[in-house]
């Protein structure tokens, strides 16, 4: 039996930086460093009056006075200073912070849409030939389908793969079991119930074959204690 691989969105990554964000990382980082070279300076400058007063104590140099004046000049401006753009730093990072989570946040939406679409897409799939002749009861699992992906039971599912989610709801609403199972590749949905021959023996050609793997889901099952053979892909 033919099965496909799921393409199954994955958890989203953070997204790089637009241009305007590599902008203000680099102001963050230039900020960073100049608040350090103001923190040394003013370490600096206390060392520096320190060591006129140990002078002044030994010496008694009669310009000790004046210039303790001006070293403690420098460092309160270099204080002022340092207090004025720690505000700026945080106010940078702070935004540069929101910024990215915000983009993060929107990413996270878009992937878990496009699980919830593969989710619906593929529930069709499976739906569609089960119920030709009956568009209620094709109406009413698709209902059920919104129903139990909003119940306690599937609370976990967005973080489990589509796949899982698809034979879960197979399951429980009775619909085919072998439609969505799980390979050593990966989890695969029914692509066609035909063999990889046509009729007449003939091999499929490579490119309705591409992206498909041959497997028995009864194999698959009476397997599970133990470790299956790879399904061969089919180039």
């Known amino acids: ?32 460093r100049h608040h350090a070279t103001l ?11 320190e ?21 403690g000049q420098a460092v309160r401006r270099a204080i002022a200073l340092e207090q004025t753009l ?7 990072r702070g935004e540069l912070a929101e910024t990215r989570q915000a983009r993060l946040a929107e990413a996270r939406s878009k992937s878990w849409n496009a699980r919830d679409e ?19 009861r094709a109406e009413n699992l698709l ?5 139990l992906l909003t119940s306690e039971e599937f609370s976990d599912y967005d973080d489990r ?4 989610t698809i034979a879960r709801l197979c399951q429980a ?20 119930s035909a063999p990889l021959c046509e009729t007449g023996g003939s091999r499929l050609p490579p490119d309705r074959r591409r992206g498909l793997i041959d497997i028995d889901p009864k194999t698959l099952r009476s397997a599970r204690s133990a470790k299956p053979k790879a399904p061969a892909k089919l180039e």
């Open 173 to 192: 609403l009775g619909l085919d079991p072998d439609w969505c199972v799980e390979t050593p590749e990966g989890w695969a949905v029914k692509a066609s």
């Open 161 to 164: 793969p589509a796949g899982e």
């Open 86 to 92: 720690g505000s700026e730093l945080g106010r940078r």
């Open 51 to 71: 060591a006129i007063v140990a002078q002044t104590k030994e010496e008694g140099a009669a310009e000790a006075g004046a210039a303790f004046a001006k070293v």
């Open 39 to 49: 923190s040394r300076l003013a370490e600096l400058g206390m060392a520096l009056a």
């Open 143 to 147: 209902d059920d389908i919104d129903e």
């Open 1 to 32: 039996m033919l099965y496909r691989l799921l393409d199954d969105p994955s958890e989203a990554s953070p997204p790089p930086d637009t241009p305007a964000m590599a902008e203000a990382a680099a102001a963050v980082a230039m900020t960073e």
């Open 118 to 136: 593969a989710i619906q897409r593929e529930m069709k799939g499976v739906i569609e030939p089960e119920t030709a002749d009956d568009k209620d």
